[in-house]
């Protein structure tokens, strides 16, 4: 037998940790630390959660059946190992596609645990308990869906344009529209009548979920992923309300204000509201404008590998401007040995990193260190924007817009504002790039027409390891 | 000046004081002519101080003048000036706004000022300002209090601390704090009621009778303390406070020092006496006015430099053309077409907030972020408002106990999270994602004391897409974690 007490003061215990875990995550040197702690956090707060299925409580006299402890302890266990089995065996590149699942699964418990609540509440439900089941299923389902139409464009399953339908902003309202009113006419109803009521929220909720993503391009996903990231923490925080259990309210707040920084940060790199991303559908605008018809507008020059290798060899400080290009090459790991043998003969080599470059929010540093590369290498838009006028060489890899300098000199442009890095102060650019057409945003790039610029065209990773080659001869 | 169009002449004799020779001034393309021919000839005239009576004599009508002419304190001259239909940029009127600051000889000349005013007092004072232990015993530092913490006040608490002594400044404006921690001295915090002493613009501004009785007495206090007080208080437009009572020269010790830098504008201590150096009860009271002019070379390059700037920016193809709309250019025009024109009109220098309903759409300057349309506060506003009523009314007080952790929570987790690295952005999002994964307790506690039934089905499939989530969440942290190495 144990007090009732001892599990609140345990979860208070696993919410001071997960703080923690956060806050051990703000620097390199602590963030192993910080995962530690969240680890021990999860175990102490499960372990008890499980103590209570036992009815060791005072108090609480039923202890759960046999088939309920079997199937809930096969379902941890199973559920655990999948979940550590899929994370051993994932590729890096990847890291986006299983974020975003892992999203969708938080949302899906909590539409489940919702569901589950008001069936058990019945018609004794109180008013606020009501709205909070409502409320966290509703966040759960879009949760779910946008977050498996996430994954879908992430892995390619599905094209990364946005689908626009016409009026879709209409039917936003009317979707959110239709759940309000459906959870108004299940207030008060017969338990079964609920249910079903609250079953036509969820379908809506679902609808609402994956259209809001389908509507939304690719390179917008770090901020889509952030979004959702933020939502599986509200998700869990309504899953707390209706369970009364503080350590879901407390752990499902972190994680939300957690995303919704994340989405923030992204949307201040890219220099579009919040507003903007989720509504806009942006990769659209620009072809409205006949943007993207446009011609290349200049002459490019292009270069060979061994003209490259010999700019390197001549250099005495390179920076390298990785991009969502790299990761799809899966470049890195020559990259980091061109690195090396750069180092090793004396030049300056330093990365710099756009905070939208990729598809998740620091997806290039977290290739970049796979690959092996210091963290001190490693820079920030702001921490290194202004080297770029004392650098010799920079080899831009499979990113566009994010070095597109219209964004800083052409008024009209629709990535006009967007903070960039200016690649094209240094001495010498060379571009990595598959062909010349444009980036995501479908905007033109005149970096490639500059004076400085040279164009190395062809798939990142057979060219970056062919330049190794010719580093090495 | 020259290349701007206009032909110069120099009065003989102008830069002699200044150790500039009239040849400088020839060979720079100017002429040098007598001072009649001056004020004969010249269509605009630039000077330092406020014309003098015989001056305004010989000044032909229409003429463009640019002086310091400090306004308020000369309304005669200003009628005098009117009266000759001429055109006048008051120096000390430039408004101190970003784009002015080079035009601003105030703060240029004040500098000068503030440090000249250290220089005079160490002279005046009988033993050094910086400590020292020699073998014939302990030399203290002196203690220097600075009243008025402004740009005069600043460089002679730059200027003391550099010759040892233990300075402490004080001044109305709360803000400026900082500033005179930078340098390393310590600040006096004065607090009486609500008033701070911030104006428009950065100056200082005019206080109440009371308050100024609790600032004299506040001074007297640390008078008593100090061996050397700078004194800068000035207000913008009237006498300068009288912040030095006689009392409080009295207790100071004897051999004491003030440097009163607001003696032009009448003092700022009760015994000074305008330009000359007097000693009562014991007490040196410098009131020279002409500090900056003790430093003749320097000043007289920085406040041709301002003037030049003006000028610069009044100038048109070889004319001067004022452009009423800037309020850089209207802020000095005191007099103009046979009309005061002082004080202009009050601009808001600093801009507010956007004007609400502004689109905030793709287009932006550059490196600035978006200004943060108002809105979306307001309609969070909105929102909470009755959501919190609805709460404090009716609310079940374990709903408001939950609110209360929830919000909290919120921003914890906001203030957390804001210190991660963005390198560290990924596994940020997996390890919230294993933490969020929390949802499996919600799934165990739909299980409790049952048997199987529906509901529980429901919790055990929560549970079970949980648990992916957090060891899979957890594990893929740990491994990239462990990739991160310098």
């Known amino acids: 037998m144990m007090p009732t007490t001892v599990p609140t003061v345990v979860y208070l215990v696993a919410g001071v940790l997960f703080i923690l875990s956060l806050r051990g995550l703000s620097t390199q040197t602590t963030a192993q630390h910080g995962n530690l702690l969240g680890i021990f956090g999860m175990v102490l707060a499960v372990a008890v959660s499980v103590v209570g299925l036992f009815g060791l409580e005072v108090g609480e006299t039923a202890r759960s059946t046999d088939h309920v402890l079997e199937v809930y302890g096969t379902a941890l266990l199973v559920g655990g190992l999948v979940g550590g089995f899929v994370a051993a065996r994932v590729q890096m590149t990847a890291m986006p596609e299983l974020v975003a699942v892992l999203h969708s699964f938080v949302g899906v418990a909590a539409v489940l645990v919702g569901i589950g609540t008001l069936m058990e509440a019945g018609s004794n439900i109180e008013m606020a308990h009501y709205v909070e089941v409502q409320v966290g299923v509703f966040v759960g389902a879009v949760t779910f869906t946008g977050s498996v139409i996430a994954f879908a464009k992430l892995r390619g399953t599905i094209g990364s344009r946005p689908l626009l339908l016409p009026g879709r902003h209409l039917l936003n309202l009317a979707i959110v529209g239709g759940a309000i009113a459906l959870g108004v006419l299940g207030w008060g109803a017969e338990p079964d009548r609920a249910l079903h009521y609250l079953l036509g929220l969820t379908a809506l909720a679902l609808l609402l979920g994956a259209h809001l993503v389908m509507a939304i391009g690719g390179g917008d996903m770090p901020v889509v992923v952030s979004l959702l990231n933020s939502y599986s923490g509200w998700a869990a925080a309504a899953a707390g309300f209706m369970l009364s259990n503080d350590l879901l309210i407390v752990t499902g707040a972190l994680v939300g204000s957690s995303g919704a920084i994340l989405s923030a940060i992204m949307c201040r790199a890219m220099n579009r509201s919040i507003w903007n991303v989720v509504f806009g559908g942006f990769g659209a605008e620009p072809a409205a404008k006949g943007g993207a018809a446009q011609a290349p507008a200049g002459k490019y020059r292009e270069t060979n590998v061994g003209e490259t290798a010999e700019m390197l060899r001549a250099a005495r400080s390179v920076i390298v401007i990785p991009g969502y290009g790299m990761a799809v090459a899966q470049a890195q790991h020559p990259i980091r040995e061109i690195t090396d043998l750069l180092v090793a003969r004396g030049v300056k080599v330093r990365f710099a990193i756009h905070p939208v470059a990729g598809r998740l929010p620091g997806h290039m540093n977290v290739l970049l260190a796979e690959a092996g590369i210091s963290y001190d290498l490693v820079k920030e838009l702001d921490e290194i924007n202004d080297d770029f006028g004392d650098t010799d060489v920079v080899m831009i890899i499979g990113a566009n817009d994010i070095v597109n300098p219209a964004a800083l000199e052409d008024r009209s442009s629709p990535i006009y504002g967007m903070p960039v890095l200016e690649a094209w102060k240094a001495a010498r650019v060379v571009m990595l790039k598959r062909s010349m057409a444009a980036g995501y945003a479908g905007v033109d790039n005149p970096i490639c027409y500059r004076d400085n610029t040279v164009m190395l065209f062809g798939d990142a990773k057979q060219t970056v390891l062919k330049l190794l080659a010719a580093l090495q001869g | ?486």
């Open chain 2, 1 to 486: 000046m020259a290349k701007l169009g206009y032909d110069v002449l120099v009065e003989a004799g102008a830069g002699e004081a200044a150790s500039f020779v009239d040849a400088t001034y020839i060979e720079a393309g100017a002429k040098v002519v007598d001072a009649a021919t001056v004020w004969r000839e010249a269509d605009v005239i630039l000077k330092v101080r406020a014309p003098e009576l015989d001056e305004l004599n010989r000044m032909r009508d229409g003429i463009t003048l640019i002086s310091f002419v400090w306004p308020a304190q000369n309304r005669e001259l200003l009628e005098k000036l009117q009266a000759k239909k001429a055109t006048v940029l008051a120096m000390d009127s430039v408004p101190r706004t970003t784009r002015a600051q080079r035009m601003d000889a105030l703060s240029a000349t004040a500098n000068l000022a503030g440090y000249r005013a250290v220089i005079e007092a160490a002279a005046a004072f009988g033993r050094p300002l910086g400590g020292q232990t020699t073998a014939a015993g302990r030399i203290k530092p002196a203690r220097v209090l600075v009243i008025g913490a402004g740009v005069a006040g600043l460089a002679a608490v730059a200027a003391a601390r550099a010759l040892g002594a233990v300075v402490s400044a004080f001044d109305t404006r709360p803000t400026v704090r900082e500033q005179v921690q930078s340098l390393g001295a310590t600040f006096l915090p004065f607090e009486w009621k609500n008033e701070t002493g911030e104006g428009e613009g950065g100056y200082a501004r005019q206080m109440s009778d009371a308050y100024l009785e609790a600032e004299q007495a506040f001074i007297a206090q640390h008078a008593k303390q100090s061996d050397i007080i700078v004194s800068t208080a000035l207000v913008p437009g009237i006498t300068a406070p009288k912040l030095i009572t006689s009392g409080a020269i009295v207790s100071m010790p004897h051999g004491s020092v003030i440097v009163d830098l607001a003696s032009e504008q009448g003092g700022n201590s009760a015994l000074t006496e305008p330009g000359r150096a007097v000693e009562k009860f014991g007490v040196s009271i410098l009131g020279f006015t002409d500090l900056p002019s003790r430093m003749a070379p320097q000043a007289s390059e920085l406040y041709a430099q301002t003037v030049f700037a003006l000028l610069e920016l009044v100038t048109k193809d070889g004319k001067v053309t004022l452009d009423y709309d800037d309020e850089v250019q209207r802020g000095p025009l005191v007099v103009h077409d046979g009309k005061i024109t002082w004080p202009p009109p009050k601009v808001a220098i600093r801009a507010g907030a956007p004007a609400p309903g502004v689109p905030t759409g793709t287009h932006k300057t550059v490196n600035e972020p978006p200004p943060s349309s108002p809105w979306p506060l307001r309609i969070g506003l909105m929102l909470a408002l009755p959501i919190l009523a609805v709460l404090a009314l009716d609310g079940s007080p374990s709903l408001l106990e939950h609110m209360t952790v929830f919000i909290l929570a919120c921003i914890v987790g906001w203030h957390v999270v804001w210190n991660v690295t963005p390198a560290l952005h990924t596994p940020l999002m997996s390890v919230t994602n294993a933490v969020s994964g929390i949802i499996l307790i919600g799934g165990l506690l739909l299980g409790r004391g049952r048997d199987l039934s529906v509901t529980t089905w429901l919790g055990a499939v929560a549970v079970l897409v949980a648990a992916v989530n957090v060891a899979g969440g957890f594990r893929v942290t740990a491994r990239m974690l462990k990739m991160f190495r310098r």
